[in-house]
């Protein structure tokens, strides 16, 4: 059984956000997110205001002043329903025949592709030159998230033991990797076919230093328990 280490504390930045729990008061939230997400299709996250989600939601700006103190922790508050996105991209199925963790890692980070390049407003907020301190110390929080989850589908695919140094080397494949998916989104506004081969050569030789060429695979009674 793989041990998932509790996530940290959110940030006091984050906290500022004033989160409803009423079901009305919970539309009308995800309606400012909503908006948010529209013009960030077309817009840099600086020059969209709070009276500019106001305009696109058909809100007055008291309303979303409500919530947020200011736009940028409408994007804070974005920027965490995309990392959860991120993390049910893992409950996808993984193609069949997979034998090694380069075969794995090549389809978890094609998922985490097509997603990016199908949702603009996602690509330009985290991967974006744009991207805030808090939004990346959000990012950072989901990271470790996505390696837990990869750790333990690795050691329901492989003989590998799970262990938190496992952890650690994972979270930073995952930042080498979107150094080089930043790189693409900054020079061609998605993540080529280039950029792509780039990234993949990067987590494979950074993999290569904690994990040997080849794992076993286990037993397929094993992998469905």
Request: charged share 25%; glycine share 4%.
């Amino acid at each position: 059984m793989v041990t998932i280490i509790p996530r940290p504390a959110a940030s006091s930045t984050a906290d500022a956000i004033r989160r409803p729990r009423q079901k009305r008061s919970q539309q009308r939230f995800e309606a400012i997110l909503d908006s948010a997400d529209r013009l960030l299709e077309t817009m840099e996250p600086e020059a969209i205001s709070i009276y500019t989600l106001a305009e696109e939601a058909r809100l007055s700006a008291p309303s979303i002043y409500h919530f947020f103190p200011d736009a940028g922790q409408v994007f804070v508050a974005l920027a965490e329903r995309y990392t959860r996105q991120f993390v049910d991209l893992l409950d996808l199925p993984l193609p069949p025949g997979i034998t090694s963790w380069q075969q794995y890692m090549a389809a978890r980070y094609g998922h985490g592709r097509d997603h990016y390049n199908a949702h603009g407003a996602a690509r330009r907020l985290l991967l974006g030159s744009g991207l805030s301190a808090t939004i990346r110390a959000r990012d950072l929080e989901n990271d470790s998230v996505l390696a837990q989850r990869s750790m333990a589908e690795l050691c329901q695919l492989f003989d590998i033991s799970p262990s938190a140094d496992l952890i650690d080397r994972l979270i930073e494949v995952v930042v080498i990797n979107d150094a080089i998916w930043t790189l693409s989104v900054h020079r061609h506004g998605v993540i080529t076919d280039a950029y792509e081969e780039q990234a993949r050569r990067a987590r494979e030789a950074y993999c290569r230093t904690f994990l040997p060429e080849y794992l076993p695979l286990r037993a397929a009674s094993d992998q469905a328990a």
